[in-house]
């Protein structure tokens, strides 16, 4: 069974340029979750969708957004890059949802703003 | 005050010895807690989750939860090195986000 793949692992950007992170759930999972993993703030929640719809989001401003396609497939985009959005993004994929918090984790895209 | 919090660490303990680690948590309406570990350079992978108040025990590991407390704890009986990581506390409301504490780091010493 394949695992939670996230493209790409590794991208530089500038700031104010913008980036979008891929997330391929594991096959059968219909929740998406999009976390932002620093050594300062831990792991930070930023949202999850669920069948296509946005179901929580985390306390990011609005240059994050994602959106969830009808293969479960999620993207998540970064507007206006700042310095401080540099981290590890991770994905995890979920039968039914962060309430059964069995999360399946992406190895990340590790993203850092010059 | 941090939502859900663990001591930071190191925590260092022999091999073989009880690994005690520990989690508070501030929301009283939080219904669903779990234990990650995460090896350096890796992605969190789930180990232990637990619902009621009590003990569960998977194996070497036990999760304890006490809600009139708000705490949550993992212990890891006859620790080896391979366990060596930072495990990080999870708490969910139903219908909310998941909230993570900052992690323990965890040394296992032979």
């Known amino acids: 069974k394949a695992g939670v793949t996230q493209t790409p692992r590794y991208l530089i950007k500038t700031r104010g340029q913008q980036v979008t992170l891929s997330c391929s759930p594991i096959?059968?999972?219909?929740?998406v979750s999009w976390y932002q993993q620093t050594p300062g703030q831990g792991l930070q929640f930023l949202f999850e969708?669920?069948?296509?719809?946005?179901?929580n989001k985390g306390n990011f401003p609005g240059r994050f957004s994602g959106r969830q396609f009808s293969n479960s497939r999620s993207e998540m985009n970064v507007s206006t890059l700042e310095l401080g959005d540099s981290a590890l993004y991770l994905c995890a994929s979920s039968l039914t949802g962060l309430n059964t918090g069995e999360l399946f984790f992406g190895e990340g895209s590790r993203l850092t703003v010059l | 005050q941090k939502e859900v919090e663990q001591n930071s660490g190191p925590l260092s303990v022999p091999e073989g010895a009880i690994a005690s680690l520990n989690c508070t948590y501030s929301d009283r309406g939080s219904q669903s807690f779990f234990w990650y570990r995460q090896y350096s350079g890796k992605s969190p992978e789930l180990i232990m989750s637990i619902y009621s108040n009590g003990d569960k025990e998977d194996g070497r590991f036990t999760a304890q939860l006490n809600k009139a407390s708000q705490y949550v704890s993992l212990l890891i009986r006859d620790s080896q090195p391979s366990d060596s990581a930072t495990y990080l506390c999870?708490?969910?409301?139903?219908?909310?986000?998941?909230?993570f504490g900052a992690g323990t780091r965890l040394t296992v010493k032979p």
């Open positions: 999870a708490v969910n409301k139903l219908a909310d986000d998941m909230r």
């Open positions: 969708y669920f069948s296509e719809t946005q179901r």
């Open positions: 096959s059968g999972h219909r929740s």
